[in-house]
């Protein structure tokens, strides 16, 4: 992880020759979720944007989630996350890492364990006439009381129908590949296989009603599951199939430089269904340099 922060660095420097410019947008986050009205979370996340000659982005972010059922388990987890924006217009990169630690205490009895997640994407994007266009993957490996393996290509697409109006297509395919252990005594030493091979399509509407005013609204066809959304830098680790999902958001600036956000999300999985509820504060922009 350190030699990878190096290397952003010495990267992103090395790539500015003259009239250097730092600025810097803070944001924060709170999420709360509720799941089949027995099981609820809460989430913090805060994130730190650098914009380099108002071109180049590296963004910093954590997030703190608790996942409470009352009756059988407590999950902790702590998702920290390095993301890049490189600008070679007309073509873009970009690329994310991201460390998830989890523990699970299970109340019943004294069970806990501890998994981690490693997250790694990269996406090339080229803009034409009016869109973008690109391809995008990921890989995923989740070691906890399983070791699960992730595969995920994606196609982008942006198309820029109004300079207000942007209409934003995700196809995602996924495949999970896991070795599930069987714990009943008479079949202790056998494995359940997990290979599934999933596909997702997603359709943004995102609405620039005004300068002070921006409104999308989302949908989710398909399957997928260990879903990293690239454009929101959030990792959904929820091993449960999802095959539908809706969002909303409502995003105002409430003074100069100063924006408040409201997001809805409306997700169905194969065993449950959630609803999450989500604030955030954003500032634009401190200049530093």
């Known amino acids: 992880m350190k030699k990878f922060i190096i290397f952003l660095i010495i990267f992103y420097i090395n790539s500015f020759a003259q009239d250097f410019n730092l600025s810097v947008t803070p944001s924060s986050f709170y999420t709360y979720g509720n799941y089949n009205k027995n099981k609820t979370s809460q989430g913090y996340s805060a994130y730190v944007a650098f914009a380099f000659n108002y071109y180049d982005l590296l963004t910093l972010g954590y997030d703190k989630t608790v996942l409470?059922?009352?009756?059988?388990?407590?999950?902790?987890?702590?998702f920290f996350l390095i993301s890049?924006?490189?600008?070679?217009?007309?073509?873009?990169?970009?690329?994310?890492?991201?460390?998830?630690?989890?523990?699970?205490?299970?109340?019943?009895?004294?069970?806990t364990y501890k998994d981690f997640t490693n997250i790694y994407n990269v996406s090339f994007l080229r803009y034409f006439d009016s869109f973008y266009g690109g391809l995008g993957y990921s890989?995923?490996?989740?070691?906890?009381?399983?070791?699960?393996?992730?595969?995920?290509?994606?196609?982008?697409?942006d198309w820029i129908t109004l300079p207000q109006l942007i209409i934003s297509y995700r196809g995602t395919y996924t495949t999970v590949k896991s070795d599930l252990p069987i714990y009943e005594e008479f079949l202790q030493g056998e494995s359940s296989d997990d290979n599934r091979k999933l596909f997702s399509n997603n359709i943004s509407i995102n609405y620039y009603a005004s300068l002070q005013l921006f409104l999308r609204a989302e949908v989710s066809t398909g399957k997928r599951a260990y879903y990293f959304n690239t454009d929101y830098l959030t990792f959904f680790n929820q091993d449960d199939t999802q095959n539908f999902s809706f969002s909303g958001k409502i995003d105002y600036e409430l003074i100069t430089k100063l924006r408040i956000n409201f997001t809805y999300q409306y997700l169905t999985l194969?065993?449950?269904?959630?609803n999450y509820y989500s604030m955030g504060l954003r500032y634009y922009v401190f200049q530093l340099i």
């Open 68 to 78: 409470n059922d009352k009756a059988e388990f407590k999950y902790k987890q702590d």
């Open 84 to 111: 890049g924006l490189k600008n070679l217009y007309p073509y873009y990169v970009k690329f994310n890492y991201g460390y998830l630690d989890g523990s699970y205490d299970y109340k019943p009895y004294e069970f």
């Open 139 to 157: 890989y995923i490996n989740v070691n906890g009381h399983k070791s699960t393996k992730i595969n995920q290509a994606q196609i982008i697409f």
């Open 270 to 274: 194969d065993h449950s269904k959630i």
